[in-house]
């Protein structure tokens, strides 16, 4: 569990030896197809089986999703749990991928000896049949490493470079796309060390704080959103701004293959308090987040190599789409406990195809996504962590996606009275409805007046007077049969 609420980290390059040079352009890397992977999060499967690593990677397979970036950090566990994962795969003979992301917020990285671990742990599994590669080299990323200079003297280019990407042992062995967080306008001093840029952070409108709401979404009442409101969020919701950012400083640094990958995500929320990992906040999730973030990537693909989904099961930031088992971060079954996700995983397979192959398949059966918050966005519980930060960003509606196979009609309710009805075409459909205090999600699909899924799920109410705060998603979904 991780994150990095800015985007930059300014400074932290003063001391870099290479600016002067005149950054050389270099082709974008043909070598690496088009992939859509899943952010694991390795810290919480101490106690996961072979076969645990098999149910996961199956059903991702199943979903459309390539492989998993192990995020793995210094725990005890990780080399054991990493052989688990490829063991796994191998023994499903399947094609599925996997590479290191090394959490660099875990791994020790202020002496030269520190590298060797990161360096050791690369080699150990580079020849491993599942090890996902580009030009015959192991893949390999990272969350953060920014601020590692591997003991020279606060170079962290250098460091990089000395201790990995061109250190003896592992020198043309590595396809290094790291997630930096850093100005991407700094990108130009790490020639020799990024082959890529893994832009963590592009999957959220993190730019989006009600701080700046009166100048980023000018005129627009977040207690009453109206369609110019939602028409002006919809220019940060699922953006390509920040891609084009990091797209166009990658191609400064001299001699990269500038394979770029671009996040996902369907949701952010993460509510710690003080006493523990002290993480309060929410990013925007709304306007159909996850659908429009893939359908802008789509938009995009011939600049985008690779996408990884930001999570399969980072529980804690309540941005996971895969199935609830291993550990918990202590504290957050609060939020987690009855929320699945695996609605947004169904989506899945839909559009990363589009992303891989550049069309849309064909949807053979009627799906229906429906997703909202337990309660009121203003409600107002004795909650000792007190609600996080913008969540007044949010609105009280239910969201539902359809992939029809052909026209229809929706019906969405949230009592027995507030029911509308909307047209739906074949492919992708995006509603919403605002959701009335205690009410329910109800979805009705129709075609030539028959009904063809009809998705009440049990266990929501839109609790007006809930006991804590809770700013996840309860995610249902059904499929025609």
Request: hydrophobic share 40%.
């Amino acid at each position: 569990m991780h994150f990095r609420s800015t985007l930059y980290s300014v400074g932290l390059l003063a001391a870099a030896a290479f600016v002067n040079a005149a950054p050389l352009k270099a082709p974008r890397q043909s070598g690496v197809p088009k992939v859509v992977v899943a952010h694991h999060i390795v810290g919480l499967t101490a106690a996961f089986t072979v076969d645990d690593w098999k149910s996961d990677i199956s059903l991702a397979q199943a979903n459309g999703i390539d492989g998993f970036a192990l995020n793995i950090g210094n725990d005890p566990f990780t080399s054991t749990q990493a052989d688990n994962a490829f063991t796994a795969a191998e023994q499903l003979a399947s094609n599925f991928k996997l590479f290191f992301s090394f959490d660099m917020s875990s791994f020790p990285c202020k002496a030269t000896g520190d590298a060797v671990q990161i360096r050791q742990l690369t080699l150990n599994f580079a020849s491993r049949p599942n090890q996902f590669t580009v030009d015959g080299k192991a893949f390999v990323s990272t969350f953060a490493g920014e601020a590692c200079d591997f003991g020279h003297g606060g170079d962290v280019p250098g460091g990089w470079k000395a201790e990995y990407t061109q250190h003896p042992e592992t020198t043309g062995k590595v396809h290094f796309v790291p997630s930096f967080f850093i100005d991407p306008a700094t990108f130009s001093t790490f020639s020799g060390v990024m082959d890529g840029d893994f832009n963590f952070n592009s999957g959220w409108p993190i730019d989006l704080k009600v701080a700046q709401a009166g100048t980023l979404l000018p005129g627009v009442d977040l207690n009453n959103i109206d369609a110019n409101g939602e028409t002006a969020l919809q220019k940060f919701i699922g953006s390509f701004d920040t891609d084009n950012a990091h797209i166009t400083n990658l191609a400064n640094v001299q001699g990269s293959a500038q394979t770029y990958m671009a996040a996902v995500a369907p949701w952010f929320f993460t509510h710690f308090g003080a006493d523990t990992f002290n993480k309060n906040f929410i990013f925007d999730g709304d306007e159909h987040l996850w659908v429009s973030r893939w359908e802008n990537l789509i938009a995009n693909r011939d600049k985008v190599s690779l996408i990884e989904i930001v999570t399969w099961n980072d529980f804690g930031e309540s941005h996971y789409i895969g199935p609830q088992h291993g550990q918990l971060p202590p504290g957050s079954e609060a939020w987690v406990n009855g929320f699945d996700h695996q609605g947004w995983l169904s989506l899945t397979n839909f559009f990363a195809t589009q992303f891989k192959t550049g069309q849309a398949p064909a949807v053979e059966k009627d799906q229906l996504v429906m997703w909202a918050r337990p309660h009121p966005k203003n409600a107002t519980p004795a909650d000792p962590v007190g609600p996080p930060t913008d969540f007044q960003l949010f609105q009280d509606k239910m969201w539902a996606v359809v992939l029809a196979s052909a026209d229809g009609k929706l019906t969405l309710s949230s009592t027995d009275s507030d029911a509308q009805t909307f047209d739906i075409k074949a492919g992708v459909n995006k509603l919403s409805l605002p959701i009335q205090p205690n009410g329910f999600m109800h979805g009705v699909l129709t075609r030539n007046d028959q009904t063809v899924i009809d998705l009440k799920p049990d266990g929501f109410t839109f609790n007006p007077n809930p006991t804590a705060f809770n700013y996840n998603a309860f995610v249902a979904q059904a499929t025609a049969q």
